[in-house]
């Protein structure tokens, strides 16, 4: 039977999924927009999959996660391999494009600069703080300004003249654009102008002082903006390549480690199979309060048992109540005293 390996990414604005086969040829693909539920959106990803795929014909040989979202997804889904961005990103880039030196990377809410040498993460850099040149910052400007996200970068090209616009943070990137427009610039001026801006807003929080070589890669969501393209290669004087998966090359990434380490272990893939596709999920969260971190403890339920939980930074919760019915009650966190009775429960443990 073949086998598939699945990759997921979960992010702020997008929730990817893939499937790749033995010879990393992508045989499923889906971008989709993070609504704020990412576990109905994982469910609804899985069943268009059996919906597409020949389920009888496969057999999932492995699960990966990636994203800020990856902890929790992975535990419901049984994952085998759970990495970072950077990884997954720079995997996926020097399998295409294995003369990759620099990769840009933005998505909806951070962006990232990877450098490669040899076809390994050597350095990287996140920018998770300025919301400035993000994909969501874009989409919220291409909607006051009354054009469809997908025609924005196009018109940065369309222009003749130049228009300076104030790009390292968005309420004065915003404030200049409404500034320009009513000094009478058009609008494909101001958006080749905030292109520039955002991109210098790049190189300035992120490449700094770093040497960029090797070949130039975009990715993410953002890079499907020829604009933002163009400007990334009026500033570096060289040519910036778009994958052509760019919008999932954090999810291909990850479903080739997942593959990777799935083989070298030997071992079955720990996935949960597809059945959580027909659970209801309920997602609780509590305060612990037995010590000064009161971490926010987020318990996911399915079938009256706790499947997940993350946020505790010491990891007893984690250990504690998987599967523990009893433990859930005691920690649903509705009053203080129900908290400090599962605390307790835990001491004495």
Same mark, same amino acid.
């Given at each position: 039977?073949?086998?598939?390996?699945?990759?997921?990414?979960?992010?702020?604005?997008?929730?990817n999924?893939?499937?790749?086969?033995?010879?990393?040829?992508? +045989?499923?693909?889906?971008?989709?927009?993070?609504?704020?539920?990412?576990? !109905?959106?994982?469910?609804?990803?899985?069943?268009?999959?059996?919906? $597409?795929?020949? &389920?009888?014909?496969?057999?999932?040989g492995?699960?990966?996660?990636?994203?800020?979202?990856?902890?929790?997804?992975?535990?419901?889904?049984?994952?085998?391999t759970?990495?970072? $961005?950077?990884?997954?990103?720079?995997?996926?880039?020097?399998?295409?494009?294995?003369?990759?030196?620099?990769?840009?990377?933005?998505?909806?809410?951070?962006?990232?600069?990877?450098?490669? #040498?040899?076809?390994?993460?050597?350095?990287?850099?996140?920018?998770?703080?300025?919301?400035?040149?993000?994909?969501?910052?874009?989409?919220?400007q +291409?909607?006051?300004?009354?054009?469809?996200?997908e !025609?924005?970068?196009?018109?940065?090209?369309?222009?003749?003249?130049?228009?300076?616009i104030?790009?390292?943070?968005t309420?004065?990137? !915003?404030?200049?654009?409404?500034?320009?427009?009513?000094?009478g610039? @058009?609008?494909?001026?101001? &958006?080749?102008?905030?292109? !520039? +801006?955002?991109?210098?807003?790049?190189?300035?929080?992120?490449?700094?002082?770093?040497?960029?070589?090797? $070949?130039? &890669?975009?990715?993410?969501?953002?890079? +499907?903006?020829?604009?933002?393209?163009?400007?990334?290669?009026? #500033?570096?004087?060289?040519?910036?390549?778009?994958?052509?998966?760019?919008?999932?090359?954090?999810?291909?990434?990850?479903?080739?480690?997942?593959?990777?380490?799935?083989?070298?272990?030997?071992?079955?893939?720990?996935?949960?199979?597809?059945d959580?596709?027909?659970?209801?999920?309920? @997602?609780?969260?509590?305060?612990?309060?037995?010590?000064?971190?009161?971490?926010?403890?987020?318990?996911?339920?399915?079938?009256?048992?706790?499947?997940?939980?993350?946020?505790?930074?010491?990891?007893?919760?984690?250990?504690?109540?998987?599967?523990? @019915?009893?433990?859930?009650?005691?920690?649903?966190?509705?009053? #203080?005293? $129900?908290?400090? @009775?599962?605390?307790?429960?835990?001491?004495?443990?």
């Open positions: 039977m073949k086998k598939l390996y699945l990759g997921v990414d979960i992010g702020s604005v997008s929730i999924l893939v499937a790749i086969d033995e010879e990393n040829e992508l +045989a499923f693909k889906l971008y989709t927009r993070n609504s704020g539920n990412p576990i !109905e959106l994982l469910k609804e990803g899985l069943t268009k999959f059996k919906e $597409e795929i020949e &389920i009888d014909d496969y057999k999932i492995g699960v990966g996660v990636t994203g800020s979202g990856r902890e929790l997804i992975a535990y419901i889904l049984g994952a085998d759970v990495k970072n $961005e950077i990884t997954a990103h720079a995997r996926a880039s020097t399998y295409y494009h294995p003369e990759a030196g620099t990769i840009f990377e933005i998505g909806g809410q951070d962006s990232k600069l990877i450098i490669v #040498e040899a076809g390994i993460a050597v350095d990287f850099a996140m920018n998770t703080v300025c919301a400035a040149g993000t994909g969501s910052f874009l989409d919220h +291409a909607e006051r300004l009354g054009i469809p996200i !025609e924005f970068g196009g018109l940065a090209l369309e222009v003749d003249r130049d228009v300076r104030a790009g390292r943070c309420v004065f990137a !915003e404030s200049d654009m409404i500034s320009k427009q009513q000094y610039f @058009t609008k494909p001026e101001i &958006i080749n102008g905030l292109s !520039e +801006a955002l991109v210098r807003n790049y190189m300035n929080n992120l490449v700094r002082n770093r040497v960029l070589e090797g $070949e130039y &890669i975009f990715q993410g969501g953002v890079a +499907a903006n020829i604009g933002i393209k163009a400007a990334f290669e009026e #500033e570096i004087g060289a040519e910036v390549i778009v994958p052509k998966h760019h919008d999932v090359m954090g999810a291909i990434g990850i479903a080739m480690l997942a593959k990777r380490d799935v083989k070298r272990s030997g071992q079955e893939s720990s996935f949960r199979g597809f959580l596709t027909e659970q209801e999920f309920e @997602t609780t969260s509590f305060e612990c309060e037995d010590c000064a971190n009161n971490c926010e403890v987020i318990k996911v339920i399915a079938d009256q048992k706790v499947i997940a939980v993350t946020g505790d930074r010491c990891g007893k919760w984690a250990a504690s109540l998987i599967g523990d @019915t009893a433990a859930v009650a005691n920690a649903e966190g509705s009053s #203080e005293k $129900e908290e400090k @009775t599962g605390n307790e429960r835990i001491r004495r443990a």
